[in-house]
């Protein structure tokens, strides 16, 4: 049943262009991905956090909003591994470089999940904040609950 709602997927999005079709599975891998790891992620903000915690992470997640990148640092260094999650404009893309920079060294440091990420949802999602929706809007697009439930 499941195999068959993915084919259903992947050829809607196919037909209407949402998102290329042999990035849905990587799509899907990777929220799996961000929901099993144990790590510090680090995003920009409050709705950034939120997208992710309706995705079902539940690892410790630091907002940049919150403190100084030196900080931010500071605390990320304590922990095995790190993940930055920035958004995918302009602004993101420089906060990641500096972190990854800061970081460098001090911990293990994971910035190829958002190089991922804005590859394969830069067309749906402007942002980590945007994640849940995009990831909703499929689900309930193709995997509509069952009634009853």
């Known amino acids: 049943m499941l195999i068959a709602k993915l084919i259903t997927l992947k050829l809607a999005l ?12 990587r799509f899907e891998r990777i929220i799996e991905k961000l929901r099993e790891f144990t790590g510090l992620i680090i995003v920009e903000g409050k709705r950034d956090e939120e997208s992710l915690r309706k995705l079902g992470v539940r690892t410790e997640i630091l907002r940049l909003s919150r403190s100084s990148l030196a900080d931010i640092a500071l605390m990320a260094s304590e922990y095995e591994e790190v993940m930055i999650l920035t958004d995918f404009d302009n602004t993101g893309e420089q906060l990641a470089k500096k972190l990854h920079s800061l970081l460098e060294g001090l911990t ?25 929706s995009l990831w909703e809007s499929l689900s309930l697009r193709f995997w509509p609950p069952e009634e009853g439930i």
């Open 14 to 25: 196919l037909l209407d262009g949402a998102m290329y079709p042999e990035n849905i599975d």
């Open 108 to 132: 293990k440091v994971d910035i190829e999940t958002r190089r991922e990420l804005k590859f394969i949802a830069m067309k749906d999602a402007k942002g980590i904040e945007d994640l849940y």
